[in-house]
């Protein structure tokens, strides 16, 4: 592979930045590639990695960059852009060949906590849905049931009709309130597994000797 192979097939793999931030990212490895006088693609694979696995590295990179500058303006990350962030990190420390012991540790760390967050998030959602399922069933039945007994037994029917509205109002109040809580386990999560990114790749671009 040539040098311009290389960065041609970073550059396609850049996909997911727009125009201006795959320029910025082409003209920062393009001069990166002359300063440092690599001449050839295998002398960049040894220095950058393959063309997949630093395209990985800087998406994953600008997605944080992109969740931290909404995070000091104040903006609202949506779980959306939160899971969007997640899954660069992800596919950027799949890419990449891991061999200090400490950035090993990070990196199971990191899935550990990927796997457990997805399985709290995953428990927390399906509670909410048989919350929120059971309050809809019990509120239909009320309702349906006290809108038919309330002309053959008016107290009875009434009873249930009050139970089937009182139903429709837990429902909404437990569909706003889990969305909330799983918005906010999200984002614990993202803020966290972002936190073992940054330790991970501070850890791999120390200098060997460090280690």
């Known amino acids: 592979m040539t040098t311009d192979a290389y960065l041609k097939e970073l550059q396609r793999r850049l996909h997911g930045l727009s125009d201006s931030e795959r ?5 920062f490895y393009t001069e990166y590639v002359e300063d440092a006088n690599l001449t050839s693609g295998d002398a960049i694979v040894s220095k950058l990695g393959t063309p997949k696995q630093l395209a990985r590295k800087v998406l994953a990179d600008y997605s ?4 931290e500058t909404a995070e000091q303006k104040g903006e609202r990350r949506t779980p959306r852009s939160n899971a969007n962030m997640v899954w660069m990190i992800i596919l950027a420390i799949l890419s990449t060949p891991v061999t200090i012991p400490a950035a090993i540790a990070i990196v ?3 899935f550990a906590v990927v796997v457990v967050m997805i399985a709290l998030i995953g ?3 399906v509670v909410a849905v048989a919350l929120v399922g059971g309050a809809i ?3 239909g039945v009320s309702l349906y049931t006290g809108a038919y007994m309330v002309f053959t037994n008016f107290f009875v029917g009434i009873a249930y009709l009050g139970v089937g509205l009182t139903g429709v109002g837990v429902i909404l109040i437990l569909i706003p309130l889990c969305y909330y809580i799983i918005r906010f386990l999200i984002q614990i999560s993202a803020n966290f597994i972002r936190f073992l990114y940054r330790k991970f790749s501070n850890r791999r671009q120390q200098p060997k000797g460090d280690h």
Do not use: F, W
């Open 23 to 27: 320029a910025d990212v082409m003209d």
């Open 64 to 67: 944080i960059k992109e969740n």
């Open 108 to 110: 199971a760390v990191l």
């Open 123 to 125: 428990s927390g959602i």
């Open 137 to 139: 069933a019990v509120a």
